[in-house]
């Protein structure tokens, strides 16, 4: 609901004195002067910048009063070229939707408006390229002028201009149980901007899954009947944002933290959202809490996470049908509501460009209340599709299915399928539509759910399972079991660990029947992202990309039942949610990359992993590729411990020895895939010049975070604990080089 843009103009004055704004004046009208303190009791949420242009920047604040807690506040924003405030910016305000202020003024006056929660956001145009500015925000409180902190900022080079760029890029700060200890390493960094990859704020207060226990670090909503409760079947209950107060509240307590209000004093950051700024695992406005139990789609709590992100984000709008205002508009229809994906030029080597991979894209491609049982390719289909090759390989991979289980050979087994629904808890249409036909079904499923069954049964009403004979006879196909789902609502063989080699053949023949189900960025986007990046003459074209392009899979061996059986390897996908469950586009828009003129690196984040590959077209030539460096999360449960919790309960996995080392099963079953650790918390800093694109990543044990260590002697602890580990890319080259001790050299396992 948020309808002002601030648009200002800016030009240099230099004053000999600090000039107190207008804001602190008794009058309310002239400049006038009196003592100033900072007080963070009224700005509690500290300052911010984003979005740096060569002539711009978006500056933020909150103000609080808490004995004006439902009125609109009148506060000033001074901006300088020096921290001591001596050198002061003119502003002119060009929109009316700001409070008056004189023609030329160094002070501008604008308003805390209680809708937006008292949050502050404008837009400081006409500033110099490549360069540092101040700012603070004034108050007159009844006591006297209080002021924010100073905030630090810098505009983007001069398009064109021949400097180099130095930047971070960040994601995954949960809050709950862990300290921002990586942002007081980063704070320390000389940096032109940061990247935020999404994961700023985390909608649930204890998710058992993937929260740390909350302890002393915790968050607990006013709105308690607002939000979404959840009482797991192990550990202490939690809630899940739903209301506008709700994520207002997550973005209060984690702006809270002096670490990450440290680090936005001092560098503007550009950023977008993953899925936990709404819900996780979401596809637009859907979440995946309950696995297909019921339907999770809700715009309005959409909405309310937009806007929420809207108003405490440093971002800009970038569509603004009508130009002249700074708004988010709840009355439009989600997901037209908002667009975040937007570009950034800086100088002549660095063309950032930031997607959203969330409003736009598709459900997972497999339900996750799919019965396991339902065949979903059968034979035929195969045939058509593949080679006899490809079908026979599929083949081991497959079920032996009866064809339609509603045919009169199969009536015992169909009638035992209907007793055993609400006893097991699966859809008793068994994933089809209502008077569909024909219903093909695994014979495998058939025969343990049976199996189950018989166990409950007196013996003179066991049904006999379908024997290896008839089996032979049957054709085969392609089952949801087959993906290694093995329960009727669960992410296991739908998001999670799920077997790589039919998912594959499902989904080629899943989106030659409706494309709609492979979509990532949608059209627009998408239409956008490839000009953007065909266009651009920068050397370096920069992809902010929530979630990794680099294919991750660990491949699986299981020994056969009979001697005269050979064992079977499977590669599991480990995460279905990111690129490795829409292949298709991912392919497509590599396909592209690779063609474009200069060089493309994807700085990407989510997986709570580091990360350096070249992620190419597989089967194709080995230059239909281009670079990828991840990031590992700031604060987040590492990979391998979100992947420890999942396997606990996974029936074929949880003790297989591959998962022990997960970085060197995952080099070992990617092999673009360069460099992994799955195990460290950090940050990456990149220094990007005309010549090479170099990463290196700031690598931090997890435990490290179970404490802050803010304090001085805190940081010095923590700085014996970080390593760092340097990898880049040449121009005109898409291969990857590793620091050896000072020492650069080519990375085996990206081939050229």
């Known amino acids: 609901m948020m309808r002002r843009r601030d648009f200002l103009r800016a030009t240099l004055v230099t004053a000999g004195s600090v000039v107190v704004p207008t804001a602190c004046s008794d009058d309310g009208d002239a400049i006038g002067t009196c003592d100033v303190h900072e007080d963070d009791g009224f700005f509690p949420q500290s300052v911010a910048s984003g979005d740096p242009r060569h002539d711009s920047v978006v500056l933020w604040t909150r103000l609080i009063d808490s004995k004006q807690p439902q009125s609109d506040l009148t506060l000033a924003l001074v901006v300088a070229l020096d921290e001591g405030f001596t050198q002061l910016v003119v502003l002119t305000a060009s929109s009316d939707n700001v409070a008056t202020v004189g023609s030329d003024s160094t002070q501008l006056r604008v308003t805390a408006r209680a809708e937006f929660d008292h949050c502050v956001k404008i837009k400081v145009n006409g500033l110099s390229p490549g360069t540092t500015y101040y700012y603070r925000f004034y108050y007159m409180t009844g006591e006297g002028c209080v002021s924010s902190r100073v905030g630090r900022t810098r505009t983007a080079p001069a398009p064109g201009a021949d400097?180099?760029?130095?930047?971070?890029?960040?994601?995954?700060?949960?809050?709950?149980?862990?300290?921002?200890?990586?942002?007081?390493?980063?704070?320390?960094?000389?940096?032109?901007?940061?990247?935020?990859?999404?994961?700023?704020?985390?909608?649930?207060?204890?998710?058992?899954?993937?929260?740390?226990?909350?302890?002393?670090?915790?968050?607990?909503?006013?709105?308690?009947?607002?939000?979404?409760?959840?009482?797991?079947?192990?550990?202490?209950?939690?809630?899940?944002?739903?209301?506008l107060s709700n994520y207002r509240e997550l973005y209060k307590a984690y702006r809270s933290d002096p670490a990450l209000q440290r680090v936005h004093e001092l560098f503007p950051m550009i950023a977008v959202w993953g899925d936990h700024e709404f819900s996780d695992d979401c596809h637009g406005a859907t979440a995946a809490y309950l696995d297909g139990r019921e339907p999770e789609t809700d715009e309005y709590r959409r909405k309310a996470a937009n806007q929420a992100w809207f108003e405490y984000m440093p971002a800009e709008y970038p569509n603004d049908p009508k130009g002249d205002e700074f708004r988010y508009d709840s009355a439009v229809e989600y997901p037209d509501d908002i667009t975040i994906y937007r570009d950034f030029p800086f100088g002549k080597h660095v063309h950032l460009v930031m997607t959203d991979l969330r409003s736009y894209r598709a459900d997972h491609m497999i339900p996750e209340e799919a019965f396991p049982g339902k065949v979903v390719v059968q034979q035929a289909e195969l045939d058509n599709e593949f080679t006899p090759e490809e079908v026979a390989a599929l083949s081991r991979y497959g079920s032996r299915y009866i064809g339609d289980i509603d045919g009169s050979a199969w009536m015992d087994y169909k009638d035992a399928l209907g007793i055993a629904a609400p006893l097991f808890g699966f859809d008793p249409l068994l994933g089809f539509a209502q008077n569909e036909t024909p219903r093909p079904i695994s014979a495998i499923v058939v025969n343990e759910i049976v199996a189950k069954l018989n166990e409950q049964r007196p013996?003179?009403?066991?049904?006999?399972?379908?024997?290896?004979?008839?089996?032979?006879?049957?054709?085969?196909?392609?089952?949801?079991?087959?993906?290694?789902?093995?329960?009727?609502?669960?992410?296991?063989?739908?998001?999670?660990?799920?077997?790589?080699?039919?998912?594959?053949?499902i989904s080629t023949i899943a989106l030659k029947a409706d494309a709609a189900r492979g979509v990532v960025m949608g059209d627009a986007q998408r239409a956008w992202f490839q000009?953007?990046?065909?266009?651009?003459?920068?050397?370096?074209?920069?992809?902010?990309?929530?979630?990794?392009?680099?294919?991750?899979?660990?491949?699986?061996?299981?020994?056969?039942?009979?001697?005269?059986?050979?064992s079977l390897t499977r590669h599991f996908y480990l995460s279905c949610d990111g690129w490795d469950g829409f292949g298709k586009e991912r392919d497509e828009l590599i396909e592209m990359l690779a063609a474009v003129e200069g060089n493309v690196v994807s700085i990407t984040g989510d997986l709570g992993a580091f990360l350096a590959g070249t992620p190419a077209v597989e089967g194709a030539t080995s230059t239909t590729k281009i670079v990828e460096f991840g990031g590992a999360a700031i604060s987040s449960a590492t990979y391998r411990s979100v992947l420890t919790k999942q396997l606990a309960s996974?029936?074929?996995?949880?003790?297989?020895?591959?998962?022990?080392?997960?970085?060197?099963?995952?080099?070992?079953?990617?092999?673009?895939?360069?460099?992994?650790?799955?195990?460290?918390?950090?940050?990456?800093?990149?220094?990007?010049?005309?010549?090479?694109?170099?990463?290196?990543?700031?690598?931090?044990?997890?435990?490290?975070?179970?404490?802050?260590?803010?304090?001085?002697?805190?940081?010095?602890?923590?700085?014996?604990?970080?390593?760092?580990?340097?990898?880049?890319t040449l121009a005109a080259e898409s291969e990857l080089y590793w620091d050896d001790n000072g020492t650069w050299k080519q990375i085996p396992g990206t081939p050229s």
């Open 163 to 243: 400097v180099p760029v130095r930047f971070a890029f960040v994601s995954g700060q949960d809050y709950i149980g862990r300290y921002y200890n990586a942002y007081v390493a980063l704070a320390k960094e000389e940096l032109d901007f940061i990247v935020h990859l999404g994961g700023y704020v985390y909608e649930t207060t204890g998710n058992p899954s993937l929260q740390a226990a909350p302890g002393q670090r915790s968050i607990s909503f006013s709105d308690v009947d607002g939000a979404i409760a959840f009482q797991p079947a192990e550990g202490a209950a939690y809630h899940a944002a739903k209301s």
């Open 650 to 728: 996974h029936p074929t996995l949880k003790d297989a020895p591959e998962m022990e080392d997960i970085d060197g099963s995952m080099k070992a079953a990617n092999p673009y895939l360069a460099f992994s650790n799955a195990t460290s918390n950090g940050f990456c800093i990149v220094e990007a010049n005309a010549d090479e694109f170099v990463v290196s990543m700031h690598m931090i044990p997890e435990d490290a975070l179970a404490a802050p260590m803010y304090d001085e002697a805190g940081a010095a602890a923590l700085d014996r604990q970080i390593t760092i580990a340097r990898y880049k």
């Open 459 to 505: 013996d003179t009403e066991q049904v006999p399972l379908i024997s290896a004979s008839e089996m032979s006879f049957m054709d085969v196909g392609l089952a949801y079991a087959d993906l290694g789902k093995s329960d009727y609502h669960s992410a296991f063989g739908s998001r999670y660990f799920v077997v790589k080699e039919p998912f594959d053949a």
């Open 531 to 566: 000009k953007t990046m065909e266009d651009s003459k920068s050397t370096w074209k920069v992809w902010g990309n929530e979630y990794r392009l680099s294919q991750l899979v660990v491949a699986h061996t299981t020994e056969p039942a009979e001697p005269e059986q050979e």
